[in-house]
Nanobody
Framework: QVQLVESGGGLVQAGASLRLSCAAS????????MGWFRQAPGKEREFVAA???????DYADSVKGRFTISRNNAENTMYLQMNSLKPEDTAIYYC???????????????????WGQGTQVSVSS
């Protein structure tokens, strides 16, 4: 069983930056694909970014060029650096872990086996 704990959310103005962290328990973190998803009020959960166990990354078009996903396997932690935040980035952000072996990061939430509890990001205009 893997436990994921997100942190780093908050309320910021448009144009500001935030860095989200996802701390994972267990010894197999380096072998997991990891992803960030978000869910805004009244909307479905959507893919934000992901990194495979090989370090290959993928981003949603809406965040490409503004967000950067990274991981530190020695610290069992994944990050999401969010720059140039927009009001439409407001959502609860979730991290997730994929036990699969693909070197291609997954965009589908159904591919992920473990989820964190989420952290709120609010961006005011």
């Amino acid at each position: 069983q893997v436990q994921l704990v997100e942190s780093g959310g908050g309320l910021v103005q448009a144009g500001a930056s935030l860095r989200l962290s996802c701390a994972a328990s267990g010894r197999a973190f380096s072998s997991y694909g990891m992803g960030w998803f978000r869910q805004a009020p009244g909307k479905e959960r959507e893919f934000v970014a992901a990194t495979s166990w090989r370090g290959i990354t993928d981003y949603a078009d809406s965040v490409k060029g503004r967000f950067t996903i990274s991981r530190n396997n020695a610290e069992n932690t994944m990050y999401l650096q969010m720059n140039s935040l927009k009001p439409e980035d407001t959502a609860i952000y979730y991290c997730a872990a994929d036990r699969g072996t693909s070197i291609i990061p997954a965009r589908e939430g159904s591919r992920y086996d473990y989820w964190g509890q989420g952290t709120q990001v609010s961006v005011s205009s």
